[in-house]
């Protein structure tokens, strides 16, 4: 009688599925994580962009108030605007002519805290209107320019603000205005981007 052949086991085959499964895990986080990341950037670039946007429209708009003022309140003795230009003739010197010339036509007169722009004061209250001569800076004529500066927080009328600084710089013959305008009013914001406009003019 033949002996029974005896059973073999198979040989045991290392395993390739797990291996497998943490590559493509692997594959799988990285590309995760990159698009992630580019996504966090292209959300990053966004803001700065519309941050970017809101800055300049209060740019423009304290240049707006700026000029709306200048053009609008004239010395008539002059013909030149409020803001100041010398050290002989100040903004109330100029509100006190125009004055009497409403006066004369039966308006009541105006203080110089009655003149604002976009809700916002120009010559007093909180703008901290000042005026300095510029050492050392004249015109195209030789002339002393006087620098006008003051702030503005304008009330969007939906709960927003916008700010900006305005600077004037003014001679009889030269008149130079830059308006920096901020995304945020707040001067400790990490997101305080500023932006400018300047509008310049001379007679020659």
């Not at 059973?7 to 698009?35: D, E, N, Q």
């Not at 010197?93 to 039966?106: F, P």
Request: charged residues 15%; contains cysteine.
């Amino acid at each position: 009688m033949k002996a029974p052949t005896p059973f073999h086991f198979p040989k045991r085959t290392r395993g390739f599925i797990l291996p497998l499964a943490l590559v493509m895990c692997i594959i799988i986080l990285t590309i995760s994580t990159g698009i992630s990341y580019i996504l966090a950037k292209e959300i990053y670039f966004s803001r700065l962009s519309r941050l970017s946007q809101v800055a300049y429209y209060a740019a423009d708009n304290g240049m707006m108030c700026a000029l709306m003022v200048d053009d609008t309140y004239i010395d008539p003795d002059t013909g030149l605007g409020i803001f100041q230009y010398t050290n002989t003739i100040t903004a109330q010197d100029v509100l006190t002519k125009i004055n009497t010339n409403r006066a004369n036509n039966g308006l009541p007169a105006l203080s110089l805290n009655n003149i604002k722009c976009a809700t916002s004061d120009i010559f007093g209250g909180t703008s901290n209107y000042a005026v300095s001569p510029l050492a050392g800076q004249v015109d195209g004529s030789g002339n002393q320019i006087y620098s006008t500066t003051f702030s503005m927080t304008m009330d969007l009328g939906d709960g927003t603000t916008r700010c900006a600084q305005i600077t004037i710089n003014k001679t009889a013959k030269y008149r130079q205005i830059i308006s920096r305008g901020f995304a945020s009013c707040s001067t400790t914001s990490k997101y305080r981007i500023e932006r400018a406009v300047i509008n310049t003019t001379e007679v020659q």
